[in-house]
């Protein structure tokens, strides 16, 4: 790569989350060049053909060859790990599709590799490129709701993976929580720096295709005894939908979902609104009757104009701008790696029935 010649990506893994990469990397144009390889030929002409760019065999012959300065891998969870290690080897940069690894073990073995090999080595976590989550952050880091105390995330629906990989525990390396909630992680440690506890439960499993599971309810305590919840589900009765995250800190709140271009912020009612002063001047029992029609909050929009509202978009320009300029990517892999460890511990915590410190977690896991 040159400052004339555009970097050329090869995309490792042709299939069905592969697809919303490489239609991020066409939107790229002719900023860079495009290349695809997956474990079937097939699916790797189909999306040169769709998504614009070139073939190659296997993913060794991408490797070998020097037009390719970056890939970007999504694969299943147990293969990404190796694959990883091998393009780094190679003089690669590496984009790898979040969970870093399915163990502690092979994700600091990566970790090193990249430090070795003085590539970079980002993590798939878009969600910290959301304009909706840095929006957030900065509602957060400016004080506006006051000090946070509270976090809740819940995501459900009913969920059939397309590909058979996802039904298996071995390939997976678990169920919803490493899968979906890592996500949700990686944006409580962006908000809110590292847990202190983590805690875990699995409700009844509905879904007996998954060997791991469908659904679970996790928490974890930060500094200053801030808490947060996450709840999800791959057997609900119903229709998917988007994330829902709520912040609640001592003067106010933050809502947010991921398909609406804006979050929610409420806070308390000023002394002077003209709901105090109507419940002041009519009688109790009139008073009490009307007063759920009465607004108990303010609640205002914070618009955000970027429409790529979980990031998919500005992954690819991040990953683009630091292999260009040797900067860090905007989720390096130790932050990964770092998330891998809350994932790890809340399996943990689920098995043994009770809560475990990340000291603790990380003592056991070796």
């Known amino acids: 790569m040159t400052a004339e010649t555009p970097p050329g990506i090869c995309l490792i893994g042709c299939g069905w989350w592969g697809a919303v990469h490489a239609l991020a990397l066409k939107r790229q144009g002719r900023r860079i060049r495009r ?19 070139q073939v190659f065999e296997s993913a060794d012959d991408a490797l070998a060859d020097p037009a390719v300065d970056a890939v970007v891998i999504a694969l299943p969870h147990d293969l990404q790990t190796d694959m990883a290690e091998r393009a780094l080897r190679a003089g690669k940069h590496v984009l790898i599709e979040k969970p870093l690894a399915v163990d502690l073990s092979s994700a600091e073995r990566v970790v090193r590799v990249a430090k070795e090999s003085g590539r970079c080595l980002a993590v798939a976590e878009e969600y910290r490129l959301s304009p909706l989550v840095q929006a957030a952050q900065a509602l957060i880091r400016e004080g506006v709701i006051g000090r946070v105390v509270w976090v809740n995330i819940a995501a459900a629906g009913a969920h ?8 298996q525990r071995a ?22 720096g590292e847990p202190e506890l983590v805690w875990a439960t699995y409700p009844p499993q509905l879904n007996e295709q998954f060997e791991g599971e469908d659904s679970v309810v996790a928490m974890l305590r930060f500094e200053g005894g801030v808490v947060a919840t996450i709840a999800l589900s791959w057997s609900s009765h119903r229709s998917p939908s988007a994330p829902h995250i709520e912040v609640s800190g001592e003067l106010g709140s933050v809502e947010l979902r991921f398909d609406r271009p804006f979050l929610l912020h409420y806070a308390p009612l000023p002394r002077h609104h003209w709901s105090h002063d109507l419940k002041g001047a009519l009688p109790w029992r009139v008073s009490s009757r009307i007063s759920r029609f009465l607004p108990k909050a303010g609640k ?11 990031g998919s978009e500005a992954l690819i320009d991040d990953f683009i701008e630091a292999i260009a300029t040797g900067r860090a990517p905007a989720v390096p892999g130790v932050e990964g790696l770092e998330d891998l460890r809350v994932v790890l511990a809340a399996y943990q915590a689920a098995e043994t029935g009770v809560p475990i410190t990340l000291e603790r977690a990380l003592r056991t896991s070796r």
């Open 171 to 192: 390939s997976m390396g678990g169920g919803v929580l490493i899968d979906v909630g890592v996500h949700y992680i990686d944006i409580l440690r962006f908000w809110l």
């Open 35 to 53: 290349y695809y390889a997956s474990r079937n030929i097939e699916h790797a002409r189909d999306f040169a053909q769709r998504f614009d760019g």
């Open 160 to 167: 059939r993976p397309v590909q058979h990989w996802k039904n």
């Open 300 to 310: 205002r929009r914070v618009q955000v104009r970027n429409q790529d509202l979980i």
